[in-house]
């Protein structure tokens, strides 16, 4: 596509509950990263894939987050047992170089509230 | 304290005034973006720099790599620039965020 596409674009869960939060980067671009962004702050990092690869996993804040890229182009961040601190915006962007040096596209965000 | 700082948080121009908006990093970096937010958090990126100046219509920014400083500046505001503008360095081999200058341009 031309974008990056993040769904859903909203999502409220009930504390405990699981969630599911989709990237579709650009077609063809073989970084991808995910950003979490608390209200009135700037993007945290999460996690980097390199095509299918996760190279970095260091900013995911504890063993109930997961994300995959299983073919290097779609990804899913997956929260288990969500808590309200895991309330925020995540965000999704995909680069056509190598670690992103050369520049992103982000998508719009999946914004989660957890009540 | 932040590896990246940005001032001011907050910023109200009229319409027309020059804006400058600022970035001091203290980790070492390959390259500075400035990143625009739009309500409803999509970002767009501005610029990418690792040295001198870029410019792009209204937009200027530039970078200092000695001094750890980074600007951007906005010639003749308009309120469509109202935003927040974010900065981030390119670090080893991720960005880390600054927290954002929220504008605001009035008619």
């Known amino acids: 596509g031309a974008g990056v596409s993040q769904s859903p674009r909203y999502k409220v869960a009930k504390r405990g509950q699981d969630v599911a939060l989709r990237c579709d980067p650009i077609s063809g671009h073989v970084s991808l990263f995910w950003y979490q962004q608390a209200l009135g702050q700037g993007p945290e990092f999460l996690t980097y894939f390199q095509n299918e690869a996760q190279l970095d996993k260091s900013g995911l804040p504890s063993d109930r987050f997961f994300a995959e890229r299983p073919e290097g182009s779609v990804s899913t961040l997956k929260i288990q047992r969500t808590q309200q601190e895991d309330s925020a915006v995540y965000l999704c962007?995909?680069?056509?170089?190598?670690?992103?040096?050369?520049?992103?596209?982000f998508g719009s965000g999946t914004r989660l509230t957890v009540v | 304290k932040n590896e990246v700082e940005q001032s001011p948080q907050n910023l109200t121009a009229q319409e027309g005034e020059f804006i400058t908006i600022n970035c001091s990093y203290s980790?070492?970096?390959?390259?500075l973006h400035w990143l625009q937010q739009h309500p409803g958090g999509g970002i767009v990126s501005l610029f990418m720099?690792?040295?001198g100046k870029k410019k792009h219509g209204r937009l200027i920014a530039t970078i200092n790599i000695q001094e750890k400083h980074s600007s951007l500046h906005i010639t003749a505001s308009h309120p469509r620039d109202s935003a927040v503008y974010i900065c981030?360095?390119?670090?080893?081999?991720?960005?880390?965020f600054g927290t954002g200058t929220r504008l605001q341009v009035f008619p």
């Open positions: 980790v070492g970096i390959s390259a």
């Open positions: 981030a360095v390119f670090n080893t081999d991720k960005l880390i």
């Open positions: 720099l690792s040295s």
């Open positions: 962007a995909s680069s056509s170089s190598d670690r992103g040096f050369y520049g992103y596209t």
